[in-house]
């Protein structure tokens, strides 16, 4: 079964640099969220889209941006980057906006230098 | 935490025994879901319980949901190596429509 592809698996940048995470939900999905997980931390919510609109905002620095495309799938951008950036971030779809189990994809590891 | 906190933060067992892990949250929910997290790895959906359920079963899982308490607990029977992993719960509603995730529960199954 179709999963939720994150690309790339691993980045590393340097302070100061820009850096693009790239989530393709399960097909049919219609929501997408990104959360932040630092070292030995929980998940912490970034960001959300509902059928290419930004649905809810959580704890995103004004650094990053992101959106849904029309195709479903989302990109987090991330300017200006510091050390304290350096986490795995992770992309979830779900169907219908909530209700329903959140399928993650395996997480793209950003280490800042 | 985004949301509450989880109850023991680690829980070490022998292979076989029954684990317990709780969460509590703050606000008024929809839906509570619990999920698992191998180090370094995705989150994996375990069980969603909605606001008007009290109790819901998925193969060892047990889940509970105390609303009055605003807590829910997560029970493994027969528990395995293979369970070791961090768990965490996470819920839905109140102020917001996104899923915000509680603290989480080192569980260490020892063979």
């Known amino acids: 079964a179709a999963g939720v592809i994150q690309s790339p698996r691993h980045l590393i940048k340097e302070k100061r640099e820009t850096a693009t995470l790239k989530c393709y939900p399960i097909?049919?999905?219609?929501?997408v969220y990104w959360y932040q997980q630092g070292p030995g931390q929980d998940p912490q919510f970034l960001i959300s889209f509902y059928e290419k609109m930004q649905s809810d905002k959580g704890s995103i620095p004004d650094r990053f941006s992101a959106q849904q495309f029309s195709d479903y799938h989302s990109e987090l951008n991330m300017s200006s980057l510091e050390l304290g950036d350096s986490a795995l971030y992770f992309c979830a779809s779900s169907p219908l906006g909530w209700g329903y189990g959140y399928t993650f994809g395996s997480g793209t590891r950003l280490t800042v230098v | 935490s985004q949301q509450g906190e989880e109850d023991p933060q680690a829980l070490s067992i022998q292979e076989g025994e029954n684990a317990t892990m709780n969460c509590s949250y703050k606000?008024?929910?929809?839906?509570l879901q619990w999920y698992r997290q191998n180090s370094g790895r995705g989150l994996v959906h375990l069980i969603l319980?909605?606001?008007?359920?009290r109790e819901k079963h998925s193969g060892r899982l047990r889940v509970t949901l105390d609303t009055s308490k605003k807590s829910s607990s997560l029970l493994i029977t027969a528990s395995r190596a293979a369970d070791t992993a961090s768990y965490f719960c996470?819920?839905?509603?109140?102020?917001?429509?996104?899923?915000?995730f509680g603290a989480g529960t080192r569980l260490t199954v020892k063979p």
């Open positions: 606000t008024s929910i929809n839906n």
């Open positions: 319980i909605r606001s008007n359920e």
């Open positions: 996470a819920t839905d509603g109140g102020d917001n429509n996104d899923m915000r």
């Open positions: 097909p049919r999905h219609d929501t």
